[in-house]
């Protein structure tokens, strides 16, 4: 399998933007997770689909966040309207099951908002 | 609420044995798990521990002790490629919560 595949692995787009990240979670992985790393709050989960279906998102820090997965092999992000704080590494992850199954991660998009 | 305590730097020497201790609070406790960060990559999965004791991987090794709400990763043999960021992590509830992170440097 060739894993999680994120895209874009760079994004850089000004104050006010439209931003909108891509994840393909591995084949068979019901559980599919965003984080964003940021240095002052490390990891911090978004938001958490089970079966495509959106099951915790209290982590989405405002209204501005909002994620679907429409299907089981696709997930987007979308920051509308993009600010400077937002910049971080938003990570994907997807998992067998929320228990003892490891949770793979893609390569991340790095985001910066001018 | 959920808590993870590491601490932030820890360095050592090649052939070293390093720990790096977590303290968590959390609710729904399920297990503890570490990963590995190296500088512009993703964490990637080293090991996992739900019930106490300890878990070898390795040169790797996880302890948990559940009633302390504690847990560490033991590192032996210490290479350069090691140097890296090691996360523990909680499993509680509703999904992995990281702590902030125990940066490893490793010199010759």
């Known amino acids: 399998d060739a894993g999680v595949i994120q895209s874009p692995r760079h994004e850089v787009t000004e104050m006010g933007q439209e931003v909108t990240l891509r994840c393909k979670p591995i084949?068979?992985?019901?559980?599919l997770f965003w984080y964003r790393q940021t240095m002052m709050r490390g990891l911090e989960l978004l938001i958490y689909?089970?079966?495509?279906?959106?099951?915790?998102d209290s982590g989405m820090p405002e209204d501005r966040f909002s994620a679907k997965m429409p299907n089981a092999s696709f997930s987007t992000l979308k920051i509308q309207p993009s600010e400077p704080r937002d910049s971080a590494v938003y990570f994907c992850?997807?998992?067998?099951?929320?228990?003892?199954?490891?949770?793979?991660f893609g390569n991340g998009t790095r985001l910066t908002v001018t | 609420g959920q808590s993870l305590e590491q601490p932030s730097e820890v360095t050592a020497v090649e052939g070293a044995i390093v720990q790096i201790n977590c303290t968590y609070q959390?609710?729904?406790?399920?297990?503890l798990s570490w990963y590995q960060q190296h500088d512009g990559g993703a964490p990637t999965f080293l090991s996992y521990?739900?019930?106490?004791g300890l878990e070898e991987t390795g040169r790797f090794s996880s302890f948990l002790s559940r009633s302390d709400s504690y847990g560490y990763l033991l590192l032996q043999e210490l290479q350069m490629k090691d140097s890296a960021s090691y996360f523990c992590?909680?499993?509680?509830?509703?999904?992995?919560?990281f702590g902030k992170g125990t940066t490893l440097s490793v010199s010759s």
């Open positions: 992850a997807s998992t067998l099951d929320r228990g003892h199954s490891p949770l793979h």
């Open positions: 084949s068979g992985h019901d559980y």
């Open positions: 689909f089970n079966n495509n279906v959106p099951i915790d």
């Open positions: 959390t609710s729904g406790f399920y297990g």
């Open positions: 521990n739900a019930l106490d």
């Open positions: 992590a909680v499993g509680a509830g509703t999904a992995l919560i």
